[in-house]
């Protein structure tokens, strides 16, 4: 697609009136491939997108983005729609994913966060103790409305593609308020999870009530079914999973539950945990490069749809090895009532976008 083509494309933000309400009907694609695969109704093609699909590895993103901060394009309406549109219209995946950042509802809420190039997200101020976690302030739900916004520009344009909103789960935005930035082990995270459980109860009963709010507002606003993203529950034992996480992320999702659409959870070396997530009560699990998707289903009991999980190493790999892996992992997702492709963890910066749509085209054509 050539940048013409995609300046073509760009939403008018005079066209939609983003504080309408959207039409269940319109907006739920009960039919669509991905919500169908979602709610254990298989179609005939299996469905295909990519997490960071909107990002760093496209072009015109890159382009769009000189000059502005992260955070700042995530909270212009504008500018978060068009992004999201982006893959969407250069790899024909059945599905767009909102683009936001796991820490944006916390920088709704009024906590001090930034995006450090070649880091990620830091805080100024680290949550640490009682005193600090009394201190969070609650999310207003007028900050919402640039999120609102962008769902409802981004919805207008995708017709009969649905919108996936996005969180990240209790856990992983504990983390990076406790750690300060990212951390690969969590360490002063586990520490205050076991030295001070009514502090932690505390801390994450406030990240599941922001991350509730900030998926609700997402499907309120049009999205058709919700992700919840844990990128650090892999540093968990099982024991501490459920007894001090577990039930924060149920809570987190219940808001946009409630509205009806299908919601899943997917999480970073999650493997051994995937039985004890499933009771938050998920529609779809995801699952990373690690674990075959059969022996996934075999794990889950064999009756709940997946999603995932090509290596992204791979996608750097030739061709013919990059495809007998694509082709691998759909059949091992025929164990399961219905499959969404996806990766097992996010499109690499690096990535040619080309690879991506080669695989779509696969898959549609493989199924």
């Known amino acids: 697609m050539t940048r013409t083509e995609t300046q073509e494309h760009v939403p008018n933000l005079n066209a939609v009136n983003s504080h309408s309400a959207p039409s269940p009907s319109a ?34 993103y890159r382009e769009l983005r000189v000059g502005t901060d992260m955070l700042d394009a995530c909270l212009d309406p504008g500018m978060a729609s068009e992004i999201t549109l982006q893959p969407v219209r250069r790899h024909g995946v059945d599905a767009a994913i909102f683009f936001s950042d796991i820490v944006i509802p916390v920088r709704l809420a009024g906590v001090d966060v930034t995006i450090v190039p070649g880091r990620g997200p830091v805080l100024e101020s680290p949550v640490r103790s009682a005193a600090d976690v009394a201190a969070l302030p609650p999310l207003d739900p007028a900050a919402l409305q640039p999120i609102r916004d962008a769902v409802a520009l981004t919805v207008a344009q995708l017709g009969a593609t649905p919108l996936i909103g996005f969180a990240g789960a209790p856990y992983t935005l504990a983390s990076y308020l406790v750690e300060g930035g990212p951390s690969r082990e969590q360490l002063r995270t586990r520490a205050l999870m076991k030295s001070d459980p009514e502090t932690w109860n505390a801390l994450l009963a406030w990240t599941a009530t922001i991350t509730g709010a900030f998926l609700e507002a997402q499907v309120a606003a049009g999205a058709s079914a ?73 794990r889950l009991g064999g009756d709940i749809p997946l999603q995932g999980n090509i290596d992204p190493a791979l996608l750097e790999a030739p061709w013919p090895v990059l495809e007998a892996h694509v082709l691998d992992v759909l059949d091992r997702g025929r164990a399961a009532p219905a499959h969404v492709l996806n990766l097992g963890h996010g499109v690499p910066p690096e990535t040619d976008p080309g690879v991506l749509t080669r695989i779509v085209e696969l898959v549609h054509a493989r199924s």
Do not use: C, N
Not at 30 to 59: H, I, K
Not at 240 to 250: C, K, M, P, Q, T
Not at 255 to 275: D, M, N, R, S, W
């Open 226 to 298: 919700a992700q919840l993203f844990d990128s650090w529950a892999g540093s968990l034992s099982v024991a501490d999973y459920r007894s001090h996480v577990l039930a924060h992320s149920a809570a987190a999702i219940g808001p946009a539950k409630a509205l009806g659409v299908p919601i899943v959870h997917f999480g970073v070396g999650t493997g051994e945990l995937l039985t004890s997530m499933r009771e938050i009560g998920a529609d779809v699990m995801g699952v990373d490069w690690r674990l075959p998707l059969d022996e996934a289903s075999r």
């Open 27 to 60: 907006d739920r694609h009960t039919d669509s491939r991905l919500v169908r695969a979602y709610r254990a109704d298989r179609p005939e093609v299996t469905p295909v997108w990519f997490m960071r699909q909107a990002g760093r590895s496209l072009p015109e």
